[in-house]
Each structure stands twice: as structure tokens, then as C-alpha cells.
């Protein structure tokens, strides 16, 4: 029987996240989405994790349902309050304990400060074709080096700013270049593009964030060769910005970690192959 999910009241300070939990028992399931993307990401994947135990998405501050403060430092660090306060109303419905972190793109750095800070809540951390620190396989998806580089994003901004179709049509390439087939992609592309218009604030100032955040986290990486809970890092093989090079990395950072790469699958692996990442999630 389908599991109906239930919306989770989460607030941040004055401002509200949307959360959504799918009832369930045992070690809850948190998936959280990168940028320029939303839940939506999970709906291919969500069947086959839920009915089990309890599962919970949600939007980022700036992004999908969530609220869109104006003039909010959109940043990987204030991510990290984000989930703070996911986690504490998972706490007050579920109760606390351990949880299985699940991050994916631009949630990988906030993800993994949270799971550092808390490593005795970690049942396992679960990164799916994302990045932490600034390493040379590491490549920028052409859109988002667009608007995360210094001086180049000014102009793109005037640019888009004076022709928005532009952006759109560059969402739709860029976005659509992340999923192999074509009528998946035909189906989640405008979802996801018809939550991104409200999100474009945060979208670029997280790009701003981008290059900090990456530079920034190398100072951190003893604290993932010391990370004790395990690892599980899923990607994509066929992703060439977040690739299996970087895969690799991971799992040679972290003490306890186990490394698939995903065949017939590419940047939005949970939307490309969700059965084999979901059977991969709860093993």
C-alpha cells in the first residue's frame, strides 16, 4: 500500500521550510537536494525507499516550497541551519536518534559539516554525485561556472536580467544534460524549471558562495579522515562535472566508506537509476 506523505512543520527562525515525511519505522531517511533543483529531484526514488522507514525531503531555504526571505545569505554554511532544523522536528515527531544523511550536489558541503559536528547521529552518510572541497577532478557544470565566477557572472546576470528567455533556455540545457532519457527528462525538466523562477535569489547567491565554500572546506579534510560513522558514496558513472574521479576521492578520505559507481546513470543518478540508489540507501 503507497505510503502518503505528510507535511512536516519546520521552522527556521521566522521563516518556514517545507518538509514532507513519509511514515515509516526504524532509522529515518533525509534527502536533501543541490541547486538548481528542489524535492522534485526524489519523486522517481521515493517509491522505492518508502512503506519502510520514515523518509523526509525537503526544500533548502530559497528554494521549491520553502520560504524566499529577501535579501537572506543564501550560503553552504547557513545550509547547515537548514537541516539543524530539519533534524530538530524530525526529533519532535520521530524522536531522536541516528539518521541516514542522504546529500546530493550543492548539499554535499552543508551535509557534511552537520554530519562532522554530529557524527554520533550518523547511521550513515550517503553522497550521491556531489563535492565537498576543491580537488582537480572537480569540474563546474558550464551554467554553474557561468554564474559563480567572478566577473563573468556580472555580466550573465545583465544579460538574463535583460532577456530572461536566455536563462530559461539555458536551465532547460543545462538541466536537461543531467538526465539519459529522454522522456524522463521531458517530464522533470519544466517541473523543476517551474519551481527554479522564485528560487533564482538563492541560485545566485549560492553561486557566489560556490567557489568559497569549495576553497574554504580543504581546510577540513584531516576531520573526514577521522570520520569514524560509514560512508556510502553512490554516483553516477556517466557525470562529467561530478565524476567517478571524484567519487574516488571521497572514498579515499573517509576511514569507513564503500564506493558505487552507478552504470546508465549520470549527474541526476536518483533520477536516472532510482530502484538500484534506493536499494543502495537502505542496504
Not at 545550509?79 to 541516514?100: E, K, P, S
Not at 569540474?139 to 555580466?155: D, H, K, N, Q, W
Not at 553512490?234 to 571521497?250: I, K, S
Amino acid at each position: 500500500m503507497e505510503q502518503v506523505a505528510q507535511e512536516l512543520v519546520v521552522p527556521r527562525g521566522p521563516h518556514r521550510i517545507h518538509a514532507e515525511v513519509v511514515p515509516g519505522s526504524g532509522v529515518p531517511i533525509v534527502l536533501m537536494h543541490g541547486f538548481p533543483d528542489n524535492v522534485h529531484l526524489y519523486d522517481r526514488l521515493l517509491p522505492h525507499v518508502a512503506g519502510g522507514r520514515p523518509v523526509v525531503r525537503f526544500d533548502f531555504l530559497g528554494w521549491g516550497r520553502s520560504d524566499k526571505p529577501v535579501g537572506y545569505p543564501y550560503t553552504a554554511a547557513n545550509q547547515v541551519g537548514d537541516i539543524d532544523a530539519v533534524v530538530d522536528a524530525v526529533d519532535a515527531q520521530l524522536g531522536g536518534g541516528r539518521l541516514v544523511l542522504v546529500a546530493h550536489d550543492a548539499s554535499g558541503p552543508p551535509a557534511i559539516d552537520w554530519a562532522l559536528a554530529n557524527p554520533e547521529r550518523i547511521a550513515t552518510l550517503v553522497l550521491l554525485n556531489t563535492y565537498y572541497h576543491w580537488t582537480p577532478a572537480l569540474r563546474r557544470p558550464p551554467a554553474i561556472a557561468l554564474y559563480s565566477t567572478p566577473l563573468v557572472r556580472t555580466v550573465a546576470r545583465r544579460l538574463v536580467a535583460r532577456w530572461p528567455d536566455v536563462n530559461r533556455r539555458l536551465y532547460m540545457w543545462q538541466v536537461g544534460r543531467f538526465i539519459q532519457d529522454p522522456d524522463v527528462r521531458s517530464q522533470f525538466v519544466p517541473l523543476l524549471y517551474s519551481e527554479f523562477v522564485a528560487a533564482q535569489p538563492a541560485f545566485m547567491r549560492l553561486n557566489e558562495d560556490l567557489l568559497p565554500t569549495v576553497l574554504s572546506r580543504r581546510r577540513r579534510v584531516a576531520q573526514l579522515r577521522q570520520f569514524e560513522p560509514p560512508v556510502r558514496i553512490l554516483f553516477g558513472a556517466l557525470d562529467r562535472y561530478l565524476n567517478p574521479r571524484v567519487a574516488l576521492q571521497f572514498a579515499a578520505l573517509f576511514p569507513d566508506s564503500e564506493l558505487q559507481l552507478i552504470d546508465h546513470a549520470g549527474h541526476y543518478v536518483q533520477v536516472d537509476q532510482p530502484k538500484r540508489v534506493a536499494d543502495l540507501i537502505l542496504k
